[in-house]
């Protein structure tokens, strides 16, 4: 699950489980939700699911390429992005409040804002992750290097995203919820129950929250190297107002509750690729 981690933290910290987020709200028109995802940047975040799927064959044995042509397609079919968005502006419609809209809309449409978006938009569009990896973590090589103050305000930054705790529960629970429908699907012949392979995922989680640590620090690096120390902290301060905390919080539970259900599609699908195997 490393490139899954690797993936989703750099985007959005935390997730929390949808369910949990679908509290009573005032909803926000269509248009000015539409105008949300697109300023905030969340629509390419939303897109960049799909460059996860490599990483589902992996959580049983195999690899992407094991499919050939049939896994291109399949990811295509499965994580079409209009569909995606789609799921967005409805979960949103019921949970994202205006003033909350409001708040994060006018912070990602100022000058700042916008800089960031276009640079986190590239960040997360990026397919070599390997090498995005590598550069980031020269970045903070050499930030501890010079003992530079920047790489505490990118500490400060990914914090402000969303807790650890929160990324971890939301990623085994992507990684429950595939397994499960794999088994479901005939994909795979699962030899534990749900609550047996929920406390073998507890037990990976000391390694999940390493490897989450060190992504999402060279990622922050690598993604706002053009940046200034002073943009830094100033991206820092405004995420952890108490609102774009907020905002952040509903946008992973959004994000990770679509990739858990299309992942679920994938699992239902894979059995028309590949004969089932023992996990």
């Known amino acids: 699950m490393t490139a899954l ?4 933290a750099p985007i959005l910290l935390a997730g ?6 679908l ?7 269509l248009d000015r939700l539409e105008a949300f995802l697109e300023v905030t940047g969340f629509d390419v975040a939303l897109e960049s699911i799909k460059l996860t799927a490599e990483t589902a064959p992996s959580m049983i044995g195999l690899e992407a390429n094991d499919f050939g042509a049939q896994w291109t397609m399949l990811v295509e079919d499965v994580f079409e992005v209009e569909q995606m968005h789609g799921m967005a502006l409805d979960i949103l419609s019921q949970t994202l409040e205006d003033d909350l809209l409001t708040h994060a809309v006018d912070f990602y449409a100022s000058d700042l804002g ?3 978006v276009v640079a986190e938009n590239a960040s997360h569009m990026t397919e070599d992750d390997a090498l995005k990896s590598e550069a980031g973590e020269a ?9 530079s103050p920047r790489l505490e305000e990118l500490k400060r930054l990914n914090a402000a995203t969303g807790s650890e705790d ?7 629970e992507v990684q429950v919820r595939f397994l499960m429908a794999a088994a479901g699907a005939g994909v795979i012949e699962l030899q534990m129950d749900e609550t047996d392979l929920r406390e073998t995922l507890k037990t990976q989680e000391g390694e999940m929250r390493r490897n989450m640590q060190v992504s999402a620090l060279s990622g922050s690096a690598y993604t706002y190297q053009a940046f200034s120390d002073d943009d830094i902290t100033a991206y820092a301060d405004a995420l952890e107002d108490p609102k774009m905390r907020q905002v ?3 946008m992973n539970a959004v994000q990770f509750e679509i990739m858990a259900n299309r992942y679920e599609a994938v699992a239902a699908r894979m059995s028309q690729l590949r004969p089932s195997q023992d996990l």
């Open 5 to 8: 981690i690797r993936r989703s």
């Open 16 to 21: 929390l489980v949808f369910m949990a987020a």
């Open 23 to 29: 509290l009573p709200a005032r909803a926000a028109d």
């Open 114 to 116: 916008q800089r960031l």
């Open 139 to 147: 970045i903070v090589a050499g930030l501890v290097q010079l003992g």
């Open 166 to 172: 929160a990324a971890i529960r939301a990623v085994q």
């Open 248 to 250: 952040y919080e509903l």
